[in-house]
């Protein structure tokens, strides 16, 4: 084990993200190893993950075909050029991935993280009506407390205050729809809440006019509200959204970085919803984290736009770099077929009722206000301490760390997302560890 004593003085240089460096480096909470549902600490403490890394590492860590698929491709060929180059695995994931979206979604673009697939996505979407002649179609339109990552792009249609208001005032020609989710109404409640969609929806209507359709050229939706603290919306939200948006010329963009590959027991939100949307974002579970990935996934509308009309040279002005990096794209074959061979989209269809019986038993603890669950990902509403946004929350979530489990706090909410291969054992551990923490918290 790493010596604690020499570790502490060196914390000082990495200023991590989304952390309270302060308070974090005064109580460190230092992985130094992960294997399966396990991460080990430094202090060689066993830490049962019940958030799937970061949403990301759903088959659970250091799967043997993940790693060998890296270490091989390390060794065969540690990186291309993606411009004007390729290689032969790159052009298989595209496929293996398109072939799990409905309809035509049937081109990948690949990018390195989930900020970058929602710019890249965005872009898409305004250069696809200038390349029909509908240039004028350049707003964007979100939702409150909508997360879409840390690209300036993604924080313009984003909707959680702290992440923009530091940041001046980001894309002009945003809009944000109405939080699809009313606590008064629908707290505790199990799946989807049943209120009429179009009480959250018909704002998009009015803004439609207000804005006229003709300016506008996308509307960007996490189909479950991740960060914010998971939030299922109505029955046929979707459904109705993609109506509306469909009439209007305006095209759909899923943010599927977290329901992408099994968090809802289905490949994707698209698929289970029902809905066929012009775009995609993915990122996280596409090759179980091990090495950096994103994509968008667009359909053929989208790509043939670009293709045919364009007469020589690029077509689409945008790429990254590591774009198709071989490490990513090697261990993303590795995780999609494990994904299939080992049933694991089967396994949250499977447990999902159990787990959902499991979070809910939390209802009538202290603290907790609400309970919210969709296939294998839940949210809690803990109390507010007074005017401390979050500070309970928090609390919570340092307590059920110190009961051996990892979850997640934002606000004043708990997510719980476990590997999407726990069983009824791992599933009763993370809720007894959360349990046990709102019993001690004050
Ligand atoms: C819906 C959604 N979009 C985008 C992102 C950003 O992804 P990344 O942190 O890989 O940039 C996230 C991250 O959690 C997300 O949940």
């Known amino acids: 084990m790493t010596d604690m004593s ?70 065969e060929m540690d990186y291309s050029s993606p411009f004007n180059f390729g290689h032969p695995k790159a052009f298989e ?97 199990r799946g989807e809440p049943t209120e009429d969609p179009m009480k959250y929806l018909a704002e998009l209507e009015t803004m439609i006019t207000l804005h006229d359709p003709s300016t506008i050229a996308a509307v960007i939706v996490e189909p479950v509200v991740g960060s914010a603290g998971m939030f299922v919306p109505p029955k046929g939200y979707l459904k109705r959204l993609r109506d509306i948006t469909k009439k209007h010329g305006i095209l759909l963009i899923c943010d599927e970085v977290i329901t992408g590959f099994g968090r809802l027991g289905t490949p994707n939100a698209a698929t289970y919803f029902g809905v066929e949307p012009d775009i995609i974002t993915l990122a996280k579970g596409i090759n179980n984290a091990a090495v950096p990935m994103g994509a968008v996934v667009a359909g053929k509308h989208v790509y043939d736009a670009f293709i045919n009309g364009t007469q020589a040279g690029v077509e689409f002005f945008h790429g990254y770099t590591y774009s198709a990096h071989p490490l990513a794209v090697a261990s993303g074959l590795a995780a999609q077929a494990v994904y299939k061979e080992e049933g694991v989209y089967e396994n949250v269809q499977a447990k999902a009722a159990y787990f959902e019986e499991a979070v809910h038993s939390l209802k009538g603890e202290p603290f907790v206000e609400d309970v919210r669950n969709i296939g294998f990902a839940a ?22 760390y110190d009961n051996g489990v990892m979850v997640r706090a934002n606000g004043n909410t708990i997510a719980i997302a476990p590997i999407l291969t726990s069983t009824e054992v791992e599933i009763d551990r993370i809720v007894d560890a959360v349990k046990k923490a709102v019993n001690t918290v004050s």
């Open 93 to 189: 994931l595209a496929e293996v991935i398109a072939n799990q979206f409905p309809g035509d979604l049937d081109h990948v673009f690949f990018t390195n993280s989930g900020s970058e697939s929602v710019d890249t996505a965005l872009k898409m979407a305004i250069g696809y009506h200038r390349m029909r002649g509908e240039g004028s179609r350049t707003r964007l339109i979100g939702r409150v407390n909508g997360y879409h990552g840390v690209g300036f792009g993604g924080i313009s249609v984003g909707g959680m205050v702290n992440n923009r208001k530091f940041f001046g005032s980001l894309l002009p020609g945003t809009d944000h729809m109405p939080f699809p989710y009313d606590p008064t109404v629908s707290a505790f409640t």
């Open 6 to 75: 020499k570790m502490n003085n060196r914390l000082d240089a990495f200023w991590m993200p989304f952390t309270p460096n302060a308070a974090f480096k005064a109580n460190p909470r230092l992985m130094q190893f992960a294997s399966g549902f396990y991460y080990t600490t430094t202090e060689g403490r066993q830490i049962l993950d019940g958030f799937s890394g970061l949403w990301c590492s759903g088959i659970g860590h250091g799967h043997p075909k993940i790693t060998e698929a890296i270490q091989k491709q390390a060794a």
């Open 379 to 400: 949210g809690l509403t803990i109390t507010q301490d007074g005017d401390k946004i979050g500070a309970r929350a928090a609390a919570v979530f340092q307590a059920t």
